[in-house]
């Protein structure tokens, strides 16, 4: 807020130069307090503020028009008139800039308000478990379920940029167009925040499908241990689906032999000396910038000293169809999602080995989308754990909430408010102190710039998060500025030899 209000000269106008984009930024190092009370006292007044400038406006537009009948009388004294109302209305503070500039205030306060709420609801709220009388209940009157995730999900609203095909998506298009009428664009959370809300909601009630307070605590899967009291709700919905889609197939990571890893030729590349780089670096394993289809990268970084560190990059979602050869597809999501091993795991553990990483020597590992989902699962596997030494994990436009933070390991997620993605853990990044959540808003981080309507390819985009890394650091926050100096002895400075290789995986 006090970027907005100095972010004008003494005359009202623009000074570009002062102009500031806000991050938020929970956990790590640094210690920040918010009062949320204090945080909704004064949403309620921008909001009164609002009113009035609105009531002014119109007063003001209904003076242009009285004068405009009534100039014949006296023109010169009407002229002088209309041109205080003129510039009442439309100069330098005129009363429409200053509607703009509350609306932009009071959504910038607001979204980071609703930010905040969600993640003390996510540190004090303990959410009810499985239990026989909700197997019960789901199994009588399903459909009480349905109407709560229903509501739930109309805070959604409509995912801007979505260009439904079909009847039944156009259907739902112009039904989350209704929605958005009645509750108001500036009414309704940001994407993120909706659906972590929605999809907590569905976790909650979508877990008695099955009756979880029936199973032996803990168990082993696939060679991973399994306590249901650590899971989430919406974890115990997805992991009966992996398993039955594991029955079905014949098919488990742990056991598959037709998981192929082809290594391509090292090249030099530049080294990543700060957070930005690092996340800008992630383009590199996606095919739009030239990669094969399942290709993560392997870069060594050869320090003047003789040391040696090590920095793994991992793609987002590139195939949709669950068991395709492509092992960067949706049945990884659900596998790392509900804490279980992929394919995709196996193959980056894989990858280090045939690297030639050596036990105690850092290695960073940066994820994009299900990318930071991997990576969160390969730095708390116990048995990579045993071989390296995973000092640094930095996920970009990842659902990650639910996932334990990695023993002795630091972690920086960056998300975007508006990236629906982000709100598909159902819950709100842990504030720990090895774990840091810079959080933004492309609709209303930058001051002088509110746009309600952000489409995902702008909210969940490596370019996007390489900025707010970017704003980030320039705003000096303790914990992201620490971070990004302990990722950089891991990802190289400059005169260090950084050396890329990449290895496609492939299942057979």
């Not at 106008?13 to 991050?23: G, K, Q």
């Not at 003047?304 to 068991?323: E, F, H, K």
């Not at 994820?367 to 969160?376: E, I, N």
């Not at 890394?469 to 303790?478: F, I, M, S, V």
């Amino acid at each position: 807020m006090t970027a907005l209000l100095h972010s004008h000269d003494a005359d009202g106008a623009a000074a570009d130069a002062r102009r500031r984009t806000s991050v938020h930024v929970r956990g790590g190092v640094g210690a920040t307090r918010v009062d949320v009370e204090e945080l909704r006292a004064i949403d309620a007044l921008l909001d009164g503020l609002r009113g009035e400038v609105g009531h002014l406006e119109s007063a003001l537009t209904a003076a242009r028009r009285d004068l405009a009948l009534d100039a014949s009388w006296s023109p010169a004294l009407a002229a002088a008139a209309q041109s205080a109302v003129e510039d009442a209305l439309d100069g330098g503070w005129g009363v429409r800039r200053l509607g703009d500039e509350v609306l932009e205030l009071l959504l910038s306060l607001r979204y980071a308000r609703l930010l905040y709420e969600e993640a003390e609801l996510a540190a004090r709220a303990q959410a009810p478990g499985p239990s026989w009388t909700g197997f019960l209940r789901m199994l009588l009157v399903p459909h009480e379920a349905v109407f709560a995730v229903a509501d739930r999900l109309t805070l959604v609203g409509r995912l801007p940029g979505m260009e439904p095909t079909s009847t039944l998506g156009r259907a739902a298009d112009a039904l989350a167009e209704i929605v958005n009428l009645v509750h108001g664009d500036d009414d309704l959370p940001p994407d993120g925040i909706a659906l972590d809300v929605a999809v907590r909601e569905l976790g909650e009630h979508g877990q008695n499908v099955v009756p979880w307070f029936l199973a032996p605590r803990p168990f082993s899967y696939d060679g991973r241990e399994i306590d249901p009291a650590t899971l989430t709700g919406a974890q115990r919905l997805v992991i009966p689906v992996v398993t039955a889609f594991h029955s079905l197939t014949g098919r488990r990571p742990r056991s598959a032999d037709d998981l192929t890893l082809t290594v391509s030729r090292p090249s030099e590349v530049s080294p990543a000396p700060d957070l930005p780089a690092v996340v800008d670096s992630l383009h590199s394993v996606h095919q739009d910038h030239g990669a094969v289809p399942g290709t993560l990268e392997v870069r060594r970084v050869d320090h003047a000293d003789g040391t040696r560190s090590w920095t793994l990059l991992l793609p987002s979602t590139q195939a949709m169809a669950p068991g395709s050869r492509n092992p960067v597809d949706n049945l990884t999501n659900v596998e790392t999602y509900a804490g279980l091993v992929s394919d995709v795991e196996i193959g980056a553990a894989e990858a280090l080995r045939l690297a030639g990483v050596r036990p105690g020597e850092a290695v960073a590992v940066v994820g994009f989308s299900q990318g930071g989902l991997v990576a969160m699962r390969l730095a708390a596997d116990p048995l990579v754990r045993m071989r390296y030494s995973i000092t640094t994990v930095v996920t970009a436009g990842s659902p990650v909430g639910h996932l334990p933070t990695p023993v002795g390991t630091e972690v920086l997620h960056l998300e975007h408010l508006e990236d629906p993605f982000v709100g598909l853990d159902g819950t709100s990044n842990p504030a720990e102190e090895g774990r840091t959540t810079v959080s933004r808003s492309l609709a209303t981080g930058t001051t002088g710039v509110t746009r309600l309507e952000v489409p995902p390819t702008d909210s969940h985009s490596i370019a996007e998060y390489a900025r707010t890394a970017h704003l980030a650091l320039e705003a000096e926050e303790r914990s992201v500025t620490h971070l990004s100096e302990r990722l950089a002895d891991v990802s190289g400075r400059p005169g260090d030899r950084v050396t890329a290789t990449r290895f496609t995986l492939e299942r057979g």
